[in-house]
């Protein structure tokens, strides 16, 4: 008796985030002396497989083409290609722009953390203090109220939390509301752990307008504190669900910068309405 036939893998960009990402692309090279080769796989079926890889941690190289994404190949070139015309940090924002105008987004409480992960070699990594100094790299990652990931960043596992800090909250992009307010681009307050009590840290917070509930080394309870903050460690939580990201292959900042961006991304879009 012969086995029915495999169904095919489940879309991971819904409509919803395609009708978003589509505008961002942008469009081909012209063909060189008008040749054309092989026709071109669609934008949409190679976001479908980039996202693939990144779901299931399969290798680049051994992705089936018979699935219809294309070949690894022409995922990780077309994802650079995006990655160097911004595409993956607009979706985001794009994301975070129709969520914002929802009210979805709430800027009164914001939490900041970090989870480590081992790295095979390559760009953002370093020897991990926690793992014996192996190699690893970090995720930096900043959540609203809810735990919907406003910004990330990648860095080498032996980078201090703190020194995240800026880097995080400067980049943040400016993100419309519903109503008449103002896009936002900072928090009223940020809660974060012991591992931020700096006084640097304190300072620049200060200095943004943003209120600091960040534990006091020596002095307050994590317990206390972390009733507002456990929704960002549930989020980082999700991060190496993404397989591709909880054991790091990827030896360029381009590729795991876009996966990560990428990540937090469909974690957000998952919020948005469907038609």
Request: glycine share 10%; aromatic share 6%.
């Given at each position: 008796?012969?086995?029915?036939a495999?169904?095919?893998?489940?879309r991971?960009?819904?409509?919803?985030?395609?009708?978003l990402?589509e505008?961002?692309?942008?469009?081909p090279?012209?063909?060189?002396h008008?040749?054309t080769?092989?026709?071109?796989?669609?934008?949409r079926?190679?976001?479908e497989?980039?996202?693939?890889v990144?779901?299931?941690?399969?290798g680049?190289?051994?992705?089936?083409t018979?699935?219809?994404?294309?070949?690894g190949?022409?995922?990780?070139?077309?994802?650079h290609?995006?990655?160097?015309a911004?595409?993956?940090?607009?979706?985001?924002?794009?994301?975070?722009?129709?969520?914002?105008?929802?009210?979805?987004?709430?800027?009164?409480?914001?939490?900041?953390?970090?989870?480590?992960?081992?790295?095979?070699?390559?760009?953002?990594?370093g020897?991990?203090?926690?793992?014996r100094?192996?190699?690893?790299?970090?995720?930096?990652?900043?959540?609203d109220?809810?735990?919907?990931?406003?910004?990330v960043?990648?860095?080498?596992?032996?980078?201090?939390?703190?020194?995240?800090?800026?880097?995080?909250?400067?980049?943040?992009?400016?993100?419309?509301?519903?109503?008449?307010?103002?896009?936002?681009?900072?928090?009223?307050?940020?809660?974060?752990?012991?591992?931020?009590?700096?006084?640097r840290?304190?300072r620049?917070?200060?200095?943004?307008?943003?209120?600091?509930?960040?534990?006091?080394?020596?002095?307050?309870?994590?317990?206390?504190?972390?009733r507002?903050?456990?929704?960002?460690?549930r989020?980082l939580?999700?991060?190496?669900?993404?397989?591709?990201?909880?054991?790091?292959y990827?030896?360029?900042?381009?590729?795991?910068?876009?996966?990560?961006?990428?990540?937090?991304?469909?974690?957000?879009?998952?919020?948005?309405?469907t038609?």
């Open positions: 008796m012969s086995s029915p495999s169904s095919p893998p489940p991971l960009i819904s409509d919803e985030l395609w009708a990402v505008p961002l692309i942008p469009p090279k012209p063909a060189v008008g040749r080769g092989r026709p071109r796989t669609s934008d079926d190679v976001l497989g980039i996202a693939f990144l779901s299931t941690g399969i680049w190289a051994k992705l089936p018979e699935l219809g994404y294309g070949s190949w022409t995922c990780w070139r077309r994802m290609e995006w990655a160097e911004g595409v993956f940090d607009r979706l985001h924002t794009a994301v975070l722009n129709q969520l914002g105008e929802q009210g979805r987004l709430i800027w009164s409480r914001t939490s900041l953390d970090s989870v480590s992960v081992r790295a095979k070699g390559g760009a953002l990594t020897p991990n203090p926690t793992d100094g192996k190699a690893g790299s970090k995720y930096h990652l900043l959540v109220a809810h735990g919907l990931p406003l910004n960043l990648v860095s080498g596992a032996n980078r201090h939390d703190s020194m995240l800090v800026e880097p995080l909250l400067d980049s943040m992009p400016a993100i419309r509301r519903g109503g008449r307010g103002h896009p936002r681009r900072r928090p009223v307050k940020l809660h974060a752990d012991k591992g931020y009590d700096n006084p840290v304190r620049y917070l200060r200095r943004r307008g943003i209120t600091a509930r960040i534990a006091r080394i020596g002095r307050d309870s994590s317990a206390r504190l972390g507002h903050r456990w929704v960002v460690e989020t939580g999700w991060l190496p669900s993404y397989k591709r990201l909880a054991l790091r990827d030896r360029t900042a381009t590729t795991i910068t876009s996966l990560v961006r990428l990540a937090v991304t469909l974690i957000c879009a998952r919020r948005l309405p038609n």
